[in-house]
């Protein structure tokens, strides 16, 4: 899919979908408690949870959608081998490890995907199981863990892991075990709060990095309902688009403890945001102040996943700003994009430095879903040209009815599904000059 872009000023309200990254555990806190019926509410719609569910089918499951409701039936799953292809299409996947052992105490599973945002092994994760007492057997394209866990036991993680942590409190919902070093992201919180909810007794100790559990003395569960909460990245994502665009608008459905992170620097920055309860508004400014050193870190810190969003409103700063990605410092896809952009932007030292850039339309391709998201901001700040954006099918990933929420708030924004009708449509309705550097 193609995108064709052009600078706009956003103006409206938008509303903010459930989180993707809050579903995966969703399901995995559902199968790990025995439950036959798993209902998860405020669903979005987007490719990740669909392949999600696509997986969930080939264990047996069954599943129907009602508006922004899953209804997953569990009653025939089984230990069956899940096809490598759904499973490395996404990282989501990789709960199922954890599911399975909280429910028959095995798993085997083939290696997790996702964005090709660097390194993502899953050490840690086979290092909670085997903590646990579990075998963990692995080659190039399985993992099987089998053996009775402990009934008492300690994790310790060497390094914060979101998808690690879950997997770590869904494979201990049958003992006693304290896991150590956890990561605190808001979606590990909601695990814990969707185990409480069915009487699990788990608690995060915040200031020891702690979570403890016993789920030795639970009850067995027949149907489990949740309700996700709001998307943060999509809220942020939005704040950051608003603020360099240089547009107004209100955000709905936002939990703005999630993202003050994002929020703080944004202010500090130059634009104006106003809380009020559930709902942000943000106004962005014609100018901005530009952030020395941005960490991005671990949760409470400013998220990896709109480190690409505002690498590309720093480019408005009146000076220099460097962004250090703790987590993933290999998510540099948008970078090389944005030269052809025009922006003065770099990688070195292992920081994204970002200095002042008026950046114009070009052809440009995306490589993961929070990038497309960035270079979609791109092409509505680009001056000049149209902005056409490649792969923006990878969208569809992360973010539910990305092109009709932008349309809402007076977004430029034109998709067309191949190249070719692009050439036509941009022969027939616009003044599209290919930008020769
Ligand atoms: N890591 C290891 N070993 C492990 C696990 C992680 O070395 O066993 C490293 C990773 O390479 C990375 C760091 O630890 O450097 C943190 O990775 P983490 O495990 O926390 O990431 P994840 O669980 O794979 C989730 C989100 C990502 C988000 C990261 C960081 C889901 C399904 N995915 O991934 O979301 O970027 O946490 O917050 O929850 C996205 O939505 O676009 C996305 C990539």
């Not at 039936?73 to 990282?91: D, H, M, Q, Y």
């Amino acid at each position: 899919m193609i995108a064709i872009l052009e600078k706009s000023i956003v103006e409206g309200e938008v509303n903010v979908s459930g989180s993707k990254n809050a579903f995966f555990p969703a399901v995995g806190a559902g199968i790990a408690l025995g439950a036959e019926k798993i209902v998860i509410k405020n669903t979005p719609k987007i490719k990740d949870v669909f392949v999600m569910l696509e997986l969930l089918r080939e264990l047996g499951c069954e599943y129907k959608i009602q508006n922004t409701e899953i209804i997953i039936n569990t009653e025939k799953i089984k230990l069956n081998n899940v096809s490598p292809e759904n499973f490395g299409k996404i990282r989501g996947s990789v709960v199922i490890f954890g599911a399975l052992l909280g429910r028959f105490e095995k798993a085997k599973i083939p290696m997790p995907g996702g964005c090709k945002i660097g390194k993502r092994p899953i050490d840690q994760h086979i290092k909670a199981a085997n903590s646990l007492g579990y075998r963990v057997e692995e080659n190039e394209e399985y993992v099987e863990a089998y053996g009775a866990p402990k009934k008492e036991g300690k994790i310790k993680f060497d390094i914060k892991t979101v998808t690690g942590t879950e997997n770590a409190i869904l494979m201990s919902i049958n003992s006693k075990v304290e896991i150590e070093n956890v990561a605190i992201e808001p979606e590990v919180q909601e695990l814990i709060n969707y185990l409480k909810k069915y009487g699990v007794d788990i608690r995060l100790e915040l200031k020891e990095d702690k979570i403890l559990i016993d789920g030795t003395k639970r009850e067995k569960i027949k149907e489990v309902e949740f309700e996700l909460i709001p998307d943060r990245i999509e809220a942020g994502t939005w704040l950051i688009l608003a603020a360099a665009t240089e547009g107004k608008i209100k955000i709905k459905n936002v939990i703005a403890e999630h993202i003050k992170a994002v929020v703080d620097v944004l202010k500090e920055c130059g634009a104006k945001i106003k809380i009020l309860g559930n709902k942000i508004e943000v106004e962005g400014n014609k100018k901005y102040k530009p952030v020395d050193l941005l960490i991005v870190a671990s949760y409470p810190a400013f998220p990896t996943d709109l480190q690409p969003q505002i690498s590309v409103m720093l480019l408005k700063a009146e000076g220099k700003s460097r962004i250090k990605d703790n987590i993933f410092p290999e998510r540099i896809s948008h970078i090389r994009e944005l030269k052809k952009m025009g922006a003065d932007i770099l990688v070195e030292n292992g920081e994204i430095i970002i200095n002042p850039s008026k950046i114009h339309g070009a052809e440009i391709e995306a490589k993961d879903l929070r990038s497309t998201a960035a270079l979609v901001i791109a092409g509505l700040v680009a001056e000049k040209n149209q902005t056409i954006l490649k792969n923006f099918e990878l969208i569809e990933r992360g973010y539910e009815n990305f092109v009709k929420k932008l349309k809402n708030v007076n977004a430029k924004i034109e998709v067309f599904e191949d190249e070719i009708r692009k050439e036509e449509i941009i022969k027939g309705i616009s003044n599209y000059v290919p930008y020769s550097t």
